[in-house]
């Protein structure tokens, strides 16, 4: 049994990547020796085990055939008998199918130490057209790997293209490409993710409005001799220049696309998007008509703002909230941030036990705190 350092740790070792885990293939060893030696069975469907002791992961060398539609539609054969080389020729880039011995030594029979090389990212066999999760996963290493001057093999480009109109990119379940969605937007240049996925022809099917809202910038920007770069794609650079987290990415790139009611539902539908983006999102929205008058230091509006953005109850999510507001109508953060910040004292000052002390009360409570609010954020600066 020989056991190899395998994939990702691999290839960022060799471009200069901090290595954030490490994942190891065994060959020419069975289950029953693994969980001999102490491993335990991390996966019901393929022949993964955790070590012991550091909890990493270990997979058999296996083959794959496919058997049907889908990222899911193979069959899976492990054992002693599938060498090294069989199990690599599965995988999907060349410089993902790089392997260390114990002796440290690079292994490599697919080519990806020259593709590490020539910065190219490049399909193994023509079998990677038979998962159409490898598609956004090509998208998702560009996003990654651009920083590093990768681009697209040509002939992975050409096979891509073919993927974005066949049966397997209808059978990829939502829940898939929202996962690898979330991922590309923790990259470094995620923008690259989308830009890659239109230019291949897929995002129009997974999501219309932005390919259609890329496309449009494309024909405008091109005919007046400019960069091509729509809003949304515009906005998530911002977003990302600003060291915003996923979440405000996210919300950056499609608030211009999910303005309104009927409009949003569209994404709902495409993605199974979790609660806490589509709340930022929401949130973003519901403040949209108070930001311009709170940034031009509007008494009325900036209440506004800090109410519908709940301040005084989630700081650090209206925080997040600010900084969303600032990528998205571009602003010095800073001079916005002190003014709510003096602000949300004025407004905390004015006390509504206080008024109701003085008999105050339902509507009437209401209309004077509301009142005495504005008159304390209007006195600021005076």
Not at 289 to 294: E, L, S
Request: glycine share 8%; proline share 6%; net charge negative.
């Amino acid at each position: 049994m020989n056991i190899y350092l395998v994939g990702g740790a691999v290839r960022d070792r060799l471009l200069g990547i901090p290595v954030k885990d490490r994942d190891w293939l065994v060959v020419g060893g069975s289950e029953a020796e693994m969980l001999e030696r102490g491993f335990v069975r991390a996966d019901g469907q393929f022949p993964v085990f955790l070590h012991p002791e550091t909890g990493e992961e270990y997979a058999l060398a296996r083959r794959e055939t496919k058997t049907g539609p889908g990222y899911k539609g193979f069959s899976v054969e492990y054992g002693p008998d599938v060498t090294l080389e069989e199990d690599l020729r599965r995988r999907d880039f060349t410089i993902n199918a790089l392997v260390e011995n114990e002796a440290d030594e690079v292994i490599d029979p697919v080519g990806g130490l020259a593709d590490i090389e020539q910065r190219r990212l490049r399909h193994i066999t023509p079998a990677f057209g038979e998962d159409p999760v490898r598609l956004l996963r090509a998208a998702r290493f560009i996003a990654r790997l651009s920083t590093h001057d990768f681009s697209l093999a040509h002939d992975t480009f050409d096979l891509m293209k073919q993927m974005a109109t066949s049966e397997e990119l209808a059978a990829l379940k939502p829940e898939r490409v929202w996962q690898e969605l979330k991922r590309a937007l923790l990259e470094p240049a995620p923008w690259r993710f989308f830009e890659t996925l239109q230019r291949c022809g897929a995002l129009a099917a997974l999501l219309p409005p932005l390919a259609e809202a890329m496309a449009e910038s494309e024909e405008s920007d091109t005919a007046h001799g400019e960069q091509p770069d729509c809003e949304p794609i515009r906005a998530l650079k911002r977003a990302v220049a600003a060291g915003a987290d996923p979440q405000v990415r996210f919300a950056a790139l499609l608030h211009s696309l999910c303005l309104g009611t009927a409009r949003a539902s569209w994404l709902k539908a495409a993605l199974p998007v979790e609660r806490e983006y589509l709340d930022l999102l929401a949130q973003l929205q519901g403040v949209a008509r108070f930001y311009p008058g709170a940034l031009h230091r509007e008494p009325a509006a900036t209440l506004d703002l800090l109410i519908r953005g709940r301040a005084q109850q989630q700081p650090e999510r209206f925080h997040r909230l600010l900084l969303l507001c600032t990528v998205v109508w571009p602003a010095p953060p800073e001079q916005l941030t002190a003014w709510l910040a003096e602000a949300g004292r004025a407004m905390a000052s004015i006390s509504p036990a206080r008024l109701s002390a003085e008999g105050l009360q339902g509507a009437d409570l209401g209309r004077v705190l509301r009142e005495r609010q504005i008159r304390a954020i209007s006195g600021l600066g005076t």
